[in-house]
């Protein structure tokens, strides 16, 4: 490790590193404009100077870049030379001569970096009196607001957008200090990711265009770390709350997921926690048979004491997006032989495969940044960029990799996003990508294939026997499938660090296997392969290492007496009649859930629950990781925690049997008691020691103002902030003010640093650990067995009949989703319903009406032409509202208009 000298004084740093990475890390104030830890130097600002001296004799020395200044063995700079304060003085008042004199009205206000930085460099006082360069803003659509004339040409946001995240909507135009930063014309950001611009931008041009409908300031909102619930990578959050609502999320960096960056769908589909489908009070239903009739809580309770009286058969229904403590809570009530999933057949069948590969398989499962790090990746069967989003961001990565090792034979640092950028032009990296239709990610890819759901598993054999006969011919091109396997397969062999993806999305299980398979080969060669699996929801996981019963399970048993069903839209998981018939028979339907759907409208009675941003739970992300949220706010209404529902029903029915939890930390304990696998989170609520009398440690910033004054028009006193009996966190701007422990941090702030890149101040090193070690505990690892996975043979295609087609899903990362639906920004980047068929359908052009029958359904649908699906196949939107719910595998046959 080598030392450098700052200011005369001797530091230890990491290799490797530049100036500026090493002075941050070791604590230093130094400001900058256009470095960013993911994405590297350019050198675009000059922000960031710094004397540099010869050796301990040299009393001269030279400004220099600290981005693009190695930090070798011997370096010595000054940062406090008076030469260096002037310079950086100098810069930070040309780059001010045009911003606008509007921090008081702007977005950014209060959690700005340039504000930091013009603190941090001693400029106050504006000399120019000549008029500012204009220029007119643009719409971006519904998540980005535009504010082009407080711009300061740093380059970050397109060399993010561009660079990092392969958009090519968003440009620079212009030159010299007209520089113009936007789209050739008004129109959303087409960009999955384009959200991040928010975090990216150091002024105010790109700020959360939901966020500005609240008209809140930053340090007065109340903030708690939280899980994104909008798939199943389990990103980390900041959910800011103010006035009961919530008004935005953040990114919370954590150094294994998400890093720092989060999709679009985390970041603004929060807004389902404020929306008209909200439920905040007990309902009294009766199968939509009269309007519905608000309850209080004691009243619903009551009304499920007087249905349960009778005794008889009562089942419960797990959900894949409840907390683990809800759906024990639900298994405990109902028993666990009465537990099933609420999950379709096709989905809980590939997720137990998904368990027993992770549990028993012979390769780990990659984290979603470690899958970045891979010098070649096989995506089977799967749309990453709809179905997860935060992979396909950092399979994006894969060129720079590649890039990165090719820059170390010309002594060229990775950290040189310049230089580094340049050889990433000249190939494109080992990525290589199998599925039914072409992908947002195909532009990427080295090669791609397109082909139906049969010719997937057929290719996937073909590579486990090229892995197993590495020395054999290529074969004839002739044979697609065949000829991209044995490509795939021979770089995957010359790759160190291989991955292979694969997912639930196509609703074949045996892809699952055949990618474990495919790792398998490859680490019994020597090669250290990872496995990553997408699962759809943000607790797929958690729910079937429960080990709960199939849902057609209960619907094929007959009617039961009573139904629990915990936060679940039974008519996204099976064929809506076979629902419909099923609930019908039921004496007694109850529904907990936040959002209204088809299945609280067949309830008896609904009880309100928390969403996650109201309460503390845990949840299991795709690799395994348990993950602990805690509540931003009060749950709004009369709704509760689900976990605490459940327990008051059970205590209604009289459940003497049954232990009376007090908190969250209490029914995990009894949760890892029942089923010993969860015995890791019992480890995640950190232990907090602080030297305070209330023990809690503050959701709100020590700014946070107007704490009476948001309550004048209902008592002039101040009330009691709420107890939360399942969090060390106060409800309150008092509390422990010092160090932070890393799953408890509720903010990014440091003195001086009042913006996102405070983070460096938490992390050991630039882009590392938070304090040492990241959250989370691992519930499953493989047992590393020596026989790779085997996976059925590829099955035989249906045949088909003129006008018949195989229906295959089409995922959406803005339509698919339950809860972001709910969200008007989201929905307004969801498309219209539709039906994909490929360009050589020889049937049906580009918004055609044609008329379908699948099964009992008739419907008619507009056609939309979907690149590289192939003939025989038409594309089913899952999801989308809309569309008729429909069960696959399926086939539609065209009927006379």
């Keep these: 490790m080598p030392t450098i000298y700052i200011d005369n004084q001797p530091y230890t740093i990491a290799a490797g590193q530049n100036l500026l990475q090493a002075c941050l890390a070791l604590g230093f104030d130094l400001p900058y404009f256009c470095w960013h830890p993911a994405l590297g130097s350019v050198g675009a600002c000059r922000q960031c100077a710094v004397k540099r001296f010869k050796d301990d004799k040299d009393t001269r020395g030279e400004l220099v870049m600290a981005c693009l200044t190695p930090a070798d063995e011997g370096t010595r700079i000054a940062i406090n030379d008076p030469e260096a304060v002037q310079f950086r003085a100098g810069v930070i008042e040309w780059l001010m001569l045009n911003h606008p004199h509007d921090c008081p009205v702007c977005d950014e206000g209060g959690e700005c970096h340039l504000q930091d930085m013009t603190v941090m460099s001693g400029h106050t006082y504006r000399r120019n009196r000549f008029p500012k360069r204009t220029h007119r803003n643009q719409d971006l659509g519904p998540f980005i607001n535009h504010e082009m004339n407080r711009c300061i040409q740093c380059y970050r946001c397109v060399r993010f957008y561009h660079d990092y995240a392969g958009g090519t909507d968003l440009n620079v135009f212009a030159s010299r200090d007209h520089l113009y930063f936007g789209r050739f014309e008004d129109g959303a950001l087409a960009s999955e990711f384009s959200g991040n611009l928010v975090e990216i931008c150091p002024t105010g041009v790109f700020t959360d265009r939901t966020f500005k409908q609240h008209s809140s300031r930053k340090w007065d909102l109340q903030t708690a770390p939280s899980i994104c619930p909008h798939c199943g990578l389990g990103c980390n959050t900041l959910p800011g709350e103010r006035y009961g609502e919530l008004r935005r999320v953040r990114n919370r960096y954590h150094h294994q997921i998400n890093g720092y960056f989060l999709c679009d769908r985390g970041r603004f589909g929060y807004e389902h926690a404020n929306g008209d489908r909200r439920i905040r009070q007990p309902l009294h239903v009766q199968r939509g048979k009269v309007p519905a009739t608000p309850l209080t809580a004691e009243a619903a309770l009551g009304e499920w004491a007087a249905m349960t009286r009778a005794g008889g058969r009562l089942i419960g229904i797990g959900s894949p997006r409840a907390s683990l403590e809800a759906n024990f809570a639900l298994r405990r009530l109902v028993g666990a032989e009465n537990f099933y999933a609420g999950l379709s057949a096709a989905e809980q069948a590939g997720l137990s495969a998904v368990c027993a590969l992770l549990t028993d398989g012979p390769v780990p499962s990659a984290t979603l940044q470690g899958a970045g790090l891979s010098d070649a990746a096989l995506v089977l069967g799967e749309d990453v960029t709809q179905t997860a989003p935060l992979l396909a961001l950092n399979l994006r990565r894969l060129r720079y990799r590649k890039?990165?090792?090719?820059?170390?034979?010309?002594?060229?640092?990775?950290?040189?996003?310049?230089?580094?950028?340049?050889?990433?032009?000249?190939?494109?990296?080992?990525?290589?990508?199998?599925?039914?239709?072409?992908?947002?990610?195909?532009?990427?890819?080295?090669?791609?294939?397109?082909?139906?759901?049969?010719?997937?598993?057929?290719?996937?054999?073909?590579?486990?026997?090229?892995?197993?006969?590495?020395?054999?011919?290529?074969?004839?091109?002739?044979?697609?499938?065949?000829?991209?396997?044995?490509?795939?397969?021979?770089?995957?062999?010359?790759?160190?660090?291989?991955?292979?993806?694969?997912?639930?999305?196509?609703?074949?299980?045996?892809?699952?296997?055949?990618?474990?398979?495919?790792?398998?080969?490859?680490?019994?060669?020597?090669?250290?392969?990872?496995?990553?699996?997408?699962?759809?929801?943000?607790?797929?996981?958690?729910?079937?290492?429960?080990?709960?019963?199939?849902?057609?399970?209960?619907?094929?048993?007959?009617?039961?007496?009573?139904?629990?069903?915990?936060?679940?839209?039974?008519?996204?998981?099976?064929?809506?009649?076979?629902?419909?018939?099923?609930?019908?028979?039921?004496?007694?339907?109850?529904?907990?859930?936040?959002?209204?759907?088809?299945?609280?409208?067949?309830?008896?009675?609904?009880?309100?629950?928390?969403?996650?941003?109201?309460?503390?739970?845990?949840?299991?992300?795709?690799?395994?990781?348990?993950?602990?949220?805690?509540?931003?706010?009060?749950?709004?209404?009369?709704?509760?925690?689900?976990?605490?529902?459940?327990?008051?029903?059970?205590?209604?029915?009289?459940?003497?049997?049954?232990?009376?939890?007090?908190?969250?930390?209490?029914?995990?304990?009894?949760?890892?008691?029942?089923?010993?696998?969860?015995?890791?989170?019992?480890?995640?609520?950190?232990?907090?020691?602080?030297?305070?009398?209330?023990?809690?440690?503050?959701?709100?910033?020590?700014?946070?103002?107007?704490?009476?004054?948001?309550?004048?028009?209902?008592?002039?006193?101040?009330?009691?902030?709420?107890?939360?009996?399942?969090?060390?966190?106060?409800?309150?701007?008092?509390?422990?003010?010092?160090?932070?422990?890393?799953?408890?941090?509720?903010?990014?702030?440091?003195?001086?640093?009042?913006?996102?890149?405070?983070?460096?101040?938490?992390?050991?090193?630039?882009?590392?650990?938070?304090?040492?070690?990241?959250?989370?505990?691992?519930?499953?690892?493989?047992?590393?067995?020596?026989?790779?996975?085997?996976?059925?043979?590829?099955?035989?295609?249906?045949?088909?009949?003129?006008?018949?087609?195989?229906?295959?899903?089409?995922?959406?990362?803005?339509?698919?989703?339950?809860?972001?639906?709910?969200?008007?920004?989201?929905?307004?980047?969801?498309?219209?319903?539709?039906?994909?068929?490929?360009?050589?359908?020889?049937?049906?052009?580009?918004?055609?009406?044609?008329?379908?029958?699948?099964?009992?359904?008739?419907?008619?649908?507009?056609?939309?032409?979907?690149?590289?699906?192939?003939?025989?196949?038409?594309?089913?939107?899952?999801?989308?509202?809309?569309?008729?719910?429909?069960?696959?595998?399926?086939?539609?046959?065209?009927?006379?208009?």
């Design 403 to 897: 890039a990165a090792v090719m820059a170390a034979g010309f002594q060229l640092p990775a950290w040189n996003d310049a230089g580094v950028r340049e050889l990433a032009q000249l190939n494109l990296p080992n990525l290589f990508i199998a599925a039914t239709h072409a992908t947002r990610l195909d532009d990427e890819a080295f090669g791609t294939l397109h082909v139906p759901p049969a010719e997937l598993l057929r290719f996937a054999a073909a590579v486990v026997a090229a892995l197993d006969v590495p020395e054999a011919p290529e074969p004839d091109k002739g044979d697609a499938v065949a000829a991209m396997a044995w490509q795939t397969a021979q770089a995957l062999l010359k790759a160190q660090r291989p991955l292979v993806v694969a997912g639930l999305a196509e609703g074949e299980p045996a892809l699952v296997r055949a990618a474990a398979a495919i790792a398998g080969r490859l680490k019994a060669k020597g090669r250290a392969a990872e496995l990553f699996v997408c699962v759809p929801e943000a607790n797929s996981l958690g729910l079937a290492l429960m080990q709960p019963k199939e849902l057609a399970a209960a619907m094929a048993q007959g009617p039961a007496e009573t139904v629990v069903v915990l936060e679940n839209d039974l008519f996204r998981r099976a064929a809506p009649s076979a629902v419909t018939a099923w609930l019908a028979q039921a004496r007694q339907v109850v529904v907990l859930d936040h959002l209204a759907t088809q299945t609280t409208a067949l309830a008896d009675l609904v009880l309100p629950t928390a969403v996650a941003a109201e309460t503390a739970g845990t949840w299991v992300n795709n690799e395994g990781r348990s993950q602990r949220a805690f509540a931003v706010m009060v749950p709004s209404g009369a709704a509760r925690p689900a976990w605490r529902w459940l327990q008051a029903m059970a205590l209604a029915m009289g459940r003497v049997d049954l232990k009376a939890w007090q908190s969250i930390d209490e029914v995990a304990a009894e949760l890892a008691k029942a089923l010993p696998c969860f015995q890791p989170i019992t480890e995640l609520t950190p232990a907090v020691t602080v030297p305070t009398s209330s023990g809690h440690l503050p959701r709100q910033s020590h700014r946070y103002s107007g704490r009476t004054a948001m309550r004048a028009h209902l008592d002039v006193h101040e009330p009691k902030p709420p107890a939360d009996a399942d969090a060390p966190l106060a409800f309150s701007m008092e509390g422990f003010d010092g160090p932070q422990p890393p799953g408890l941090t509720t903010r990014d702030w440091a003195p001086g640093w009042n913006s996102e890149q405070a983070q460096h101040k938490f992390q050991g090193e630039i882009a590392g650990l938070i304090e040492t070690h990241d959250t989370g505990r691992r519930l499953v690892s493989p047992a590393g067995k020596a026989l790779p996975v085997e996976f059925s043979p590829p099955a035989q295609a249906k045949h088909l009949s003129p006008g018949e087609f195989q229906l295959v899903p089409l995922h959406h990362i803005f339509g698919s989703e339950e809860l972001s639906m709910a969200a008007p920004a989201v929905a307004q980047r969801a498309p219209q319903p539709y039906v994909g068929l490929g360009p050589d359908n020889g049937f049906a052009v580009d918004g055609q009406a044609i008329w379908l029958r699948i099964g009992e359904l008739l419907t008619e649908q507009i056609v939309r032409i979907v690149s590289g699906l192939s003939p025989g196949l038409l594309g089913w939107p899952m999801g989308l509202p809309g569309m008729p719910p429909i069960v696959l595998p399926a086939v539609a046959k065209v009927e006379p208009s």
